[in-house]
Structure formats: structure tokens, C-alpha cells
């Protein structure tokens, strides 16, 4: 496991606006084409540092990370980050990478300045947070390329620079890592862990189970829409409570 | 390295080029200059009449003309819906017609020519040097060659509908065979008989205009049923207020002048006279 | 054909010698076009960046309807236009008729569909990419309507150069409104139909010819942009 050790509060809670945790889903459901999804869900996240959500492929994690984001409506059950229901003021305190790097068609600063004022930012702080994001995400050399003609990795790195110049308090990835080289895939880590250190909670989609022991916290394991465990870290890696956990952590194909 | 459009640059030069356009490409008359609109035919265009007599009236009188050339019947339809402030067009019945149901003020002979007709070299319906058009009509029809008629409620179809009257004959049951109706101004329906070797009712003005005769001649002229008048008639205001009535009823009184009158006179091409003009007491 | 020669002959002396009839002609036919298409682009992008992105009940009608009319004959513009500026019809009073406006509002009304359904279309195909990404960026729809039209700007730029190509190329709807008056309302089409119309070969050819070298200009430059947006990835 590479070095984190989490605040014990995250900015989540200190905010003036009020604590953003505890995130609850109860009896969340969601339904597509006549499928449960996501079947009646229940979960509690009020813990600051790196969550990782993990679980075979068709288990609905990156729907879940909608679900709570507020990109998609649940069928069924709700949503509650620190006991209120998502809203516009409560949005404006999260961000989140996707899978793929959507990046518009002009410069990496420009993609960062174009967030910036999306989130209403004004023009003077602009300029010297858009500085500190390219210099964060190792960048700097690079404000001025077209953010398309990056390489993947450095693409998933504007993305995540972008999305912490935000200064958000709680930032959500959706398997960020899945299509990059090591080398790219070790930069993203460093930065959410230095994320982290500074109070901002994380959940992580992920299927990789090395990637998991290396950041998460405690991980919640998802199967056939439904949360199979959800405990610290340690205690999943070293004694996982379910088979399907047991089989998936072992590498074999959950069904 | 990179060139990328930068937001501001593309818009502001934009921009300008928009407003640019719009001002600095001047339109030809503003719409502080005097202008009349006259509603006219396709024959008097295509002769080149209004390019020669036009210009001296706006020395005269700061006044613009501006000429629609359509056939005679759409003319006067559009004075009738007040599109116009002048009508110039020869079809004395329709003329008439059109002061008397209250659209006109009064109609003024302007000017004459005639009608011939034309026909390729061959004359395979040999109606060349005929007396009467009439006649010329029977044979063309008889023989089935083919004729190229405006079809356009013009004034020189309706001309030419009279002489088909005259000669006992009814075209139409043909039309699309050899009597070929084209819709279309007096230019574009020469185009088409000289392009399919067909005879044709013009008036002569047109004729000797047009600059794509092919070996076409003038077979049949001379008959006073072919007499070809012209009539100026102002628009009434009464009936549509945006007529200019001042400015239109000035161009009137110049056209039917001595200057007018002098002006048409003078237009020649190739030294042969287009119109004779005969304005009189208004008829 | 020896007399086509001789009026090519002639036509090219025309241009090169900036014959003022044939100048008139041209730069009336350009104000009216360019000024058309401008006004069209601001009122298309603003259609199709809308209902690319806002939902409304109706919207797959108005879509369907809008690229239907992409196809609108110019001659029933024209027609429409007329109907609306004559002095019988509604818009009467403004006096417009035979005017190189109204020739511009003819025009409008003939780009404004194909302008409106490719910014549609290209919007659409950004937003499948964008969405997510800009909603979770906590954009407004009227802020994403902006930054789609931004990012598809090559696209958008390919969309204003096909107005103007089917603008300064009709003869159908200026020909009706403006009523090809001399030195008015006379553009590069109507003079081509009136000068050939009077035999007058020599002058249509010039027209021609230079109507032409304008329509490959258009095409020249949509291949510069597109192939200058692919070098950036911007395509």
C-alpha cells in the first residue's frame, strides 16, 4: 500500500456549507430495459480518504457512481449526502473523472479555464487556478496544446487536474486508470492520494484489485446490482466475508 | 506552434466583416433618392428601350425608374395588388379594362411598333412575304410546323391569340406538339424557337435586339392587324396609398412630352427605329 | 462554335478588365448573400444548438421538419416571401418589395433550415461525447448550447459555407422578390437569365464564369477547413 495516512475530518464535513457526509443510498433501485441494475440497494459512506467501489463487470458499479453523482434518477430510494437530497448547491461540491477523457477542442488551459467558469468562478481567480491545476497534474508545458492531441495518460491527468481545480469536496472516478500504461496510471494515484491528504473524500470505481489494495480505505463490493460487503480495507483484502468476494479476489470469473 | 482560433478574434472579425458589408458595398439607390416603381413587359426590356430614355428622366427629374418586366396580364395584376406605381404595357382591351374597374386613373397612348412573324430559313410552312397574318397562322397549322407561343398572358400573346381567332383556329388542343406554349418573356421564347427551328409572333423591337437569330427571317409584316400599341397608365392611389402618385404622374407627362416622346424616337439599333412614339390626348 | 469562343473571348475581357456592369452585378449578388447568411447563422445556430439540447414535447416533429425544409425550392421562397412583402399581404407596409431586403430576407429564409439542421446534427453528435462530462461540470442547458457551438465551430464553419453556396447560386427566390430590377435588385443569376434570355451570350458567360469561380472558392475553402480542424483534432 503506498503511503496515505487521511485526515481524520475531511473538507466535507469542516465546509461552511455543512458536512456533505454521511453519504446514504437507501433501498436505491434502478431499472433499465426491464432489468434491475441496481436492486434496492443499501449504503453508508461517512468516512474521510478513498473509498473504493469493487466487483466484476456488469455489476452496476459505474451506475452507482451516477446514481449518487445525480447524472442519472433512481427508479427507486434515495440518495442523501449529509442527510439532504442532492441539489444544485450540493452538486457544486463534487466533480468526477470518467473513464474516458472528455476533453473539449481547444487548449488543456483553456479546458480548465472553460470549468472554471461553468462553476462561476471569477475571471481573477481564473488565471491562477488554471496555473496551479496544469503545475499539479504536471502539465504546465503543455497549457497551450490541444487538449485532444495529448496522450491518454496526460489527457486522464488534465481530466483530473481539471476536476480539482474545482476544489470540490468529494471527487468520484470511474475506472480512471483502465486504459493507460503504468507509468500514467501511478501519476493519477499520487495525485488522489495527495487528494486525499488535503481532506477531499474519494470514491473510486475500479476492477482492479491491485489498484484497490494500493488506495482504498475501505471498499464496498458490489454483485448483480446489490452491495455483497463493505469493510475496511484490510479486512476485505485479508479476509474477505462472502464467496463471490472470496472467488473474485482470488482472480476467478464471477458469474 | 499550435493555431487555434481564439474565441474573440473569430467573432470580432466576423463582425466586421458583416457590418462591413453592409456599409461600405453600397446599394445602388438608397432609399433617400427618388424612386418609382413601373411595372412593364418583357418585350419592352428585351429591346433596350429603358436603358436609352431611363437615364435622360432621371437627369431631368432626380427620379428613379425602376422597371419589373413581367407579361402584361401579371403587370397589371400587380398594380392591381398596388405593387407598382406605373403600368407600361400594350393591350388596349386590358388596359382599358383596368381603368375602368377603378385600378388606373386614366390610360395614355405612348408609342408603337409592330408584330412580325419570324421563322427559320427553311419556311417549311412558306408563308414568307404573306399579306395577311392571318393567313400565315392557317398555313403554319395546316402544315403542323412548329410555332412557339409566350403562353404568358402577355401582350403579345394575347396579340397573338387574336390572330389564331382570326384565322378560324383553335392552337391549344396541339399545345406540346408543333404549337409550343413556353411560359416565358419574349428573349427566352425566341431562344426556344430559334433552338427548335420554330416560327414565332414578335414584336419587332425584340426582334432586332436579339442578339441569337440563327438564320432565322422576317417572313409576314406589314399587316395592320399587326399594329402593336402601348399604354401608360398611373396606378390609383385612391385604391392603394403607398402609390407615388406625384412622381409617377410626372414620368407620365414626360413620356407622353416632347421630351419623352423625342427620347423614344431617337432609340435605334443598327440605325432601324423601335418605336414610333404617338402620344395624343389621352385616350 | 466559333461564336462561343468569340463570347468566351469576350467574357474574359469583361472580367479581366473589371467591366463596371459586370463589378455592380457581382458585389450586389455578394451583399446580398454574405449579409443573408449571416443573419441565417446567427438565427441557425442558435435553432439547432437548442434543440439539440433542450427537450421539449414536439421536438422530433420540429427536427424532422426543419431537415425537410433543407430541401425548400428557392423558387417557393421566393414565392412565400412575396406573398408576405406585396402590398396585399401582411408585411405590406414595410414597403420591401423589389428591394435588395427583401432579397436578403428571401435568402434568410431559404438558409436559415440548412444552417439550423447541420448545427443540429453536429451538435448532437458533440453532445453524445459532452454530455455526462458537462452536465457533471454543473453546466446550464443554455451553457451547454454555447460550448457545443464553440467546439463545433470547424463543423459549424462547413454549415455557413453550404448556405452561402446555395444562397449566391439561386435564381428562383431573388428573381421574385427583388424583380431583377437594373442596377436594384439585379444579381449574378437573374442577370445570367435575363442576359442569355436576350442573346447576349458574351455578358452571361462572364456572369458565369464568375458565379462559378465563386462556387469553387466556397469548396476550396471547406477542404482548407476541415483538413486545417483534422490537423488539430478539432475536426
Known amino acids: 500500500m503506498l503511503d496515505q495516512t487521511p485526515p481524520n475530518e475531511?473538507?466535507?464535513?469542516?465546509?461552511?456549507?455543512?458536512?456533505?457526509?454521511?453519504?446514504?443510498?437507501?433501498?436505491?433501485?434502478f431499472e433499465a430495459n426491464g432489468r434491475r441494475v441496481i436492486d434496492r440497494l443499501d449504503l453508508t459512506i461517512d468516512e474521510p480518504g478513498i473509498t473504493v467501489i469493487m466487483g466484476p463487470n456488469g455489476a452496476g458499479k459505474s451506475v452507482l457512481l451516477r446514481l449518487v453523482h445525480g447524472l442519472i434518477a433512481p427508479t427507486g430510494g434515495e440518495v442523501f449526502w449529509g442527510g439532504k437530497r442532492l441539489d444544485r448547491e450540493l452538486a457544486r461540491r463534487q466533480a468526477m473523472v470518467f473513464q474516458k477523457p472528455v476533453l473539449l477542442r481547444r487548449s488543456a488551459a483553456a479546458n480548465i479555464w472553460h470549468a472554471l467558469g461553468l462553476r462561476g468562478v471569477a475571471r481573477s481567480d481564473r488565471a491562477i487556478r488554471v496555473g496551479d491545476a496544469l503545475k499539479l497534474a504536471g502539465?504546465?508545458?503543455?497549457?497551450?496544446?490541444?487538449?485532444?492531441?495529448?496522450?491518454?495518460?496526460e489527457q486522464q491527468r488534465l481530466c483530473l487536474a481539471r476536476a480539482l481545480s474545482l476544489e470540490p469536496d468529494i471527487l468520484m472516478l470511474d475506472e480512471p486508470t483502465a486504459s493507460l500504461d503504468p507509468a500514467?496510471?501511478?501519476?493519477?494515484?499520487?495525485?488522489?492520494?495527495?487528494?486525499?491528504?488535503?481532506?477531499?473524500?474519494?470514491?473510486?470505481?475500479?476492477?482492479d484489485v491491485g489498484?484497490?489494495?494500493?488506495?482504498?480505505r475501505d471498499v464496498v463490493f458490489l454483485h448483480h446490482g446489490r452491495i455483497v460487503e463493505h469493510q475496511a480495507a484490510r479486512n476485505f483484502f485479508e479476509q474477505p466475508q462472502s464467496d463471490t468476494a472470496r472467488a473474485f479476489l482470488a482472480g476467478g470469473l464471477v458469474l | 506552434m499550435t493555431l487555434h482560433l481564439d474565441r474573440r478574434t473569430l467573432v470580432g472579425f466576423s463582425l466586421a466583416l458583416v457590418i462591413g458589408l453592409g456599409v461600405a458595398v453600397p446599394p445602388a439607390a438608397q432609399a433617400e433618392d427618388k424612386f418609382i416603381v413601373v411595372q412593364s413587359t418583357t418585350s419592352t426590356q428585351n429591346s433596350g428601350l429603358f436603358e436609352h430614355i431611363l437615364p435622360k428622366f432621371k437627369e431631368k427629374t432626380g427620379i428613379d425608374v425602376r422597371v419589373v418586366a413581367v407579361g402584361t396580364g401579371q403587370a397589371l395584376n400587380n398594380a392591381e395588388k398596388g405593387d407598382g406605381d406605373v403600368v407600361l404595357v400594350h393591350s388596349k382591351p386590358d388596359e382599358d379594362k383596368f381603368v375602368a374597374g377603378g385600378w388606373g386613373v386614366k390610360r395614355h397612348d405612348v408609342m408603337y411598333n409592330d408584330f412580325i412573324i419570324v421563322g427559320p430559313g427553311s419556311d417549311p410552312a412558306r408563308i414568307a412575304g404573306l399579306k395577311h397574318a392571318a393567313e400565315g397562322f392557317k398555313k403554319i397549322a395546316a402544315a403542323e410546323a412548329p410555332f412557339a407561343s409566350r403562353g404568358d398572358d402577355s401582350g403579345t400573346n394575347k396579340a397573338e391569340l387574336k390572330l389564331w381567332q382570326d384565322a378560324g383556329i383553335d392552337p391549344k388542343p396541339a399545345s406540346g406538339q408543333w404549337y409550343l406554349e413556353t411560359g416565358s418573356g419574349m428573349g427566352a421564347t425566341l431562344n426556344t424557337a430559334v433552338g427548335k427551328q420554330a416560327y414565332t409572333l414578335t414584336d419587332r423591337g425584340s426582334w432586332l435586339s436579339f442578339a441569337n437569330k440563327d438564320d432565322f427571317k422576317v417572313l409576314v409584316e406589314g399587316d395592320p392587324k399587326l399594329f402593336n400599341q402601348y399604354g401608360v397608365i398611373l396606378v390609383n392611389p385612391a385604391k392603394h396609398p403607398n402609390v407615388k402618385a406625384k412622381e409617377g404622374q410626372t414620368f407620365i407627362d414626360w413620356l407622353t412630352g416632347p421630351e419623352g416622346q423625342a427620347a423614344i424616337a431617337s432609340y435605334k439599333i443598327d440605325g432601324q427605329q423601335l418605336f414610333f412614339p404617338n402620344a395624343g390626348p389621352p385616350s | 462554335m466559333a461564336d462561343?469562343?468569340?463570347?468566351?473571348?469576350?467574357?474574359?475581357?469583361?472580367?479581366?478588365?473589371?467591366?463596371?456592369?459586370?463589378?455592380?452585378?457581382?458585389?450586389?449578388?455578394?451583399r446580398v448573400s454574405l449579409l443573408a447568411v449571416a443573419i441565417a447563422s446567427v438565427i441557425g445556430f442558435a435553432v439547432g444548438g437548442a434543440l439539440a439540447v433542450y427537450r421539449f414535447p414536439g421536438r422530433g416533429a420540429v427536427s424532422a421538419v426543419l431537415s425537410a425544409l433543407m430541401g425548400l425550392p428557392p423558387v417557393v421562397a421566393g414565392l412565400f416571401v412575396y406573398l408576405l412583402l406585396s402590398n396585399t399581404g401582411p408585411l405590406g407596409v414595410l414597403q420591401l418589395?423589389?428591394?435588395?431586403?427583401?432579397?436578403?430576407?428571401?435568402?434568410?429564409?431559404?438558409?436559415?433550415?440548412?444552417?439550423?439542421?447541420?448545427?443540429?446534427?453536429?451538435?448532437?453528435?458533440?453532445?453524445?461525447?459532452?454530455?455526462?462530462?458537462?452536465?457533471?461540470?454543473?453546466?446550464?442547458?443554455?451553457?451547454?448550447?454555447?460550448?457545443?457551438?464553440?467546439?463545433?465551430?470547424?463543423?459549424?464553419?462547413?454549415?455557413v459555407l453550404a448556405g452561402f453556396g446555395r444562397a449566391i447560386a439561386e435564381v428562383g427566390a431573388v428573381m421574385i422578390v427583388g424583380g431583377n430590377i437594373d442596377h436594384v435588385t439585379r444579381t449574378m443569376t437573374t442577370a445570367i437569365a435575363l442576359e442569355t434570355s436576350k442573346g447576349e451570350i458574351?455578358?452571361?458567360?462572364?456572369?458565369?464564369?464568375?458565379?462559378?469561380?465563386?462556387?469553387?472558392?466556397?469548396?476550396?475553402a471547406l477542404m482548407s477547413v476541415r483538413r486545417f480542424a483534422s490537423r488539430l483534432a478539432y475536426a
Open chain 1, 10 to 29: 475531511t473538507k466535507a464535513s469542516v465546509n461552511g456549507h455543512g458536512p456533505l457526509l454521511p453519504l446514504e443510498l437507501r433501498a436505491l433501485s
Open chain 3, 97 to 159: 418589395l423589389y428591394t435588395p431586403t427583401a432579397m436578403i430576407i428571401a435568402q434568410v429564409v431559404l438558409v436559415v433550415p440548412i444552417i439550423a439542421a447541420l448545427t443540429r446534427q453536429a451538435c448532437e453528435d458533440l453532445l453524445e461525447e459532452y454530455d455526462e462530462q458537462l452536465r457533471s461540470l454543473g453546466a446550464s442547458s443554455s451553457a451547454i448550447v454555447a460550448t457545443l457551438l464553440w467546439d463545433g465551430r470547424y463543423r459549424l464553419i462547413t454549415a
Open chain 3, 4 to 30: 462561343f469562343l468569340q463570347a468566351f473571348h469576350t467574357a474574359l475581357r469583361l472580367i479581366v478588365t473589371f467591366d463596371p456592369r459586370l463589378v455592380e452585378i457581382v458585389l450586389l449578388s455578394l
Open chain 1, 211 to 216: 489498484q484497490a489494495r494500493r488506495l482504498a
Open chain 1, 184 to 207: 500514467s496510471t501511478l501519476a493519477i494515484e499520487e495525485l488522489l492520494i495527495d487528494a486525499q491528504r488535503r481532506g477531499i473524500k474519494i470514491i473510486v470505481v475500479t476492477h
Open chain 1, 139 to 153: 502539465l504546465e508545458r503543455r497549457a497551450t496544446t490541444p487538449a485532444r492531441v495529448l496522450s491518454g495518460g
Open chain 3, 202 to 220: 458574351a455578358l452571361a458567360l462572364a456572369l458565369g464564369i464568375v458565379l462559378l469561380l465563386t462556387a469553387f472558392a466556397v469548396n476550396g
